[in-house]
């Protein structure tokens, strides 16, 4: 690792005594629904996008204004930017850009996409590899979803197309409106969205990003080029970057979990040719229409994975597992901080800086 020289990170599977791949492990799970997409003739391609907060070594952010793009204040942090950038390039993972995000001290770096598993894994490396940097610069940076309940929450949005035997992107024949493909892919994510959130945000902490006007979505629906839906859909005419983005999962998601969650649900669609519904259109924050809301709780969270299709098709084991890890998560957000629209100084204690 260029940040380290001398260091680097080994990622490894993990297999039960008689060899087989181990059920709770996440890249176990990412590798079943990878295997389910090649099923049906397809190879997912994923990019995650990941938004964390720098902070001082109290974790309080670096910035107290909201910047957002700015070309002036950016300049600022240049120089521990700069060195994440360079860090993540030599880490193998290809840097798209990066930019002051909607929060005082809230920083977006784009990775480019790669096939799923090697998706997941450069994620895990881009947070490691993040927060080492902002140490070595006198800094933390936090993946927490939402440590200030005034300020914008940071999200996991995970892109996902498909290629052929080619490596050609199915969806590039959409013109203004998804292909028949890519509309049953949407349609998996949006029937299967309520339960995605339990992948998508696992902690007490995450659901409360969950709220009107914060970029984050509240209810499920689908659109074009629309940040206030849950599912983006990028479909310009030829283009090999026709995508769907979903837009509800917290920078705390496990990569491998919450990839694996939206790949089983984009090729349920696929196999059952599901549709997605009508196309939402404008503010879907005031104007819902009857679209159905996301579980602002990690206790409804819990009950729409819960028996879901969904927890079923990522194994009765690992989902049973997980499930019994936030029902914890649940008794002690009770206990410590019961009110859902607060973030306390016990969250930000707990998760601050193990996210
Ligand atoms: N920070 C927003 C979130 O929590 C996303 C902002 C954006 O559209 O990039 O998901
Ligand atoms: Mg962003």
């Known amino acids: 690792m260029d940040h380290r020289p001398g ?84 880490a193998g993972i290809e840097v798209e850009s990066s930019n002051a995000e909607y929060g005082p001290g809230q920083i977006e770096i784009n990775a480019g996409p790669a096939d799923a598993m090697t998706t997941a894994d450069n994620t895990a490396v881009f947070k490691s590899i993040v927060k080492q940097v902002a140490v070595q610069h006198g800094l933390r940076a936090t993946f927490m979803p939402k440590p200030w309940a005034e300020q914008s929450g940071s999200g996991m949005h995970v892109h996902t197309s498909l290629v052929d035997d080619g490596g050609a992107n199915t969806f590039a024949d959409s013109d203004g409106a998804p292909n028949e493909l890519m509309r049953a892919w949407l349609g998996g994510i949006v029937d299967h969205a309520s339960a995605l959130t339990l992948l998508g945000s696992p902690t007490s902490n995450g659901p409360k990003r969950i709220r009107p006007y914060t970029f984050a979505p509240t209810h499920i629906h689908w659109g074009l080029d629309n940040r206030t839906v849950l599912a983006r859909c990028v479909v310009e005419a030829g283009s090999p970057a026709n995508r769907v983005e979903f837009r509800s999962a917290g920078s705390d998601a496990n990569p491998y979990l919450i990839i694996a969650g939206v790949l089983a649900a984009g090729v349920d669609g696929l196999e059952r040719g599901v549709d997605p519904g009508p196309m939402s259109e404008g503010d879907m924050y005031t104007n819902p229409g009857d679209c159905v809301a996301l579980p602002t709780d990690l206790a409804g969270v819990i009950e729409a994975y819960d028996g879901s299709p969904l927890a079923e098709q990522l194994g009765k084991t690992f989902s049973a597992s997980y499930a019994s890890i936030a029902r914890a998560e649940v008794a002690l957000a009770a206990e410590h901080s019961p009110e859902p629209d607060e973030v306390t100084d016990w969250e930000r204690a707990r998760f601050i800086e193990h996210c």
Do not use: K
């Open 7 to 90: 260091y680097a990170i080994v990622i490894a599977d993990a297999h039960d005594p008689e060899g087989n791949p181990h059920p709770l492990a996440p890249r176990s799970v990412l590798a079943a629904q990878i295997e389910r997409c090649r099923a049906v003739g397809v190879d997912p391609v994923v990019a995650t996008e990941l938004e964390f907060y720098l902070c001082t070594p109290d974790w309080e952010p670096v910035q107290h204004h909201i910047q957002y793009s700015s070309v002036t204040d950016g300049l600022a942090l240049e120089p521990v930017l700069h060195a994440m950038r360079e860090a993540l390039l030599g």
